[in-house]
Each structure stands twice: as structure tokens, then as C-alpha cells.
């Protein structure tokens, strides 16, 4: 039986916590910020955010998981911030997306780079609360400014 895409999403972001939580070594506290609204994201697209000094790319694919998506928008084989530029959609089941230079394709459930492992992008849990869209970060100390890239 197929889960209902709500709790499928909030699985896969759990499990894509805890990979990040176990690459960072230790439980750091987090706190949801929100960057914008469901009226501000492109299905199907991507779109990016300043979350303190961070950029995120926000992705939403309503016709693939119906689900929210986020990570760095720092593209690590490029050294540009345009990940929230590239081409979405899936590789064997797995979404992803493609840069929009080289066209490397990163897992946004992971953040690993399908051709090239020594590549990764920093993922981030994101939810839609209400129309507000919001994405899970460490707790700085600083409060966290929100604006659309």
C-alpha cells in the first residue's frame, strides 16, 4: 500500500535529519524560520531564500511527492550559488536536481551528487505550516533574516 505523499514527505525529510545530524557527529539545537509563502514557490521549480547568511534552494514538486524540499544553493562543483536554477525531476525514483552548468544531478533527499560522490549539498528539512513555508536550521544565537534570492 502506498503511503499518502504528506506522511511520505515527512518521512523522508525525518530520514534525510538524520543523515545530516549523523554526518554532523553530534544533535545540535534546530528551529523552523520561515522563508516565504506556498504563493511564492513555482511547482516544479526551485527558488531560493536567504536563511541568516545561508542561501537555500527551495524546491517544490507537488506532481512527483507533493512534498517540500531544501538544500544549499551553493553548487560545490561550480562554486556559484544557482542550485534553485537547475532542472528538477527524478533519477530511478529518487528526485533530484540537475545544475544548471554541468548538469550533475543532486539527490534532494541527501544531497549527494549522483556522477561525482566527493560532491554533496547541505540538505535541510522543509515544511509547509499553513501557506508558510518553512525550513529547519541550527540554532545560531543571531535571529534569522528572511528574504527571497
Not at 560522490?117 to 518553512?134: N, T
Request: charged share 20%.
Amino acid at each position: 500500500m502506498r503511503m499518502p505523499s504528506a506522511q511520505r514527505g515527512e518521512h523522508i525529510m525525518a530520514e534525510a535529519l538524520q543523515v545530516e545530524a549523523h554526518q554532523a557527529g553530534k544533535a545540535q539545537a534546530r528551529e523552523w524560520v520561515t522563508v516565504g509563502k506556498r504563493s511564492d514557490l513555482i511547482p516544479g521549480s526551485g527558488v531560493g531564500a536567504l536563511v541568516g547568511d545561508q542561501q537555500v534552494a527551495v524546491f517544490w514538486l507537488p506532481e512527483l511527492y507533493d512534498t517540500l524540499y531544501a538544500v544549499s544553493n551553493y553548487c560545490p562543483i561550480s562554486g556559484v550559488h544557482l542550485i534553485a536554477r537547475g532542472i528538477v525531476g527524478d533519477v530511478g525514483g529518487e528526485p533530484v536536481v540537475a545544475t544548471p552548468l554541468y548538469k550533475q544531478h543532486f539527490s534532494l533527499l541527501d544531497g549527494r551528487c549522483l556522477e561525482e560522490s566527493e560532491h554533496r549539498l547541505q540538505i535541510y528539512p522543509a515544511r509547509f505550516l499553513g501557506s508558510a513555508v518553512q525550513i529547519e536550521v541550527p540554532v545560531t544565537g543571531r535571529s534569522h533574516r528572511r528574504q527571497a534570492a
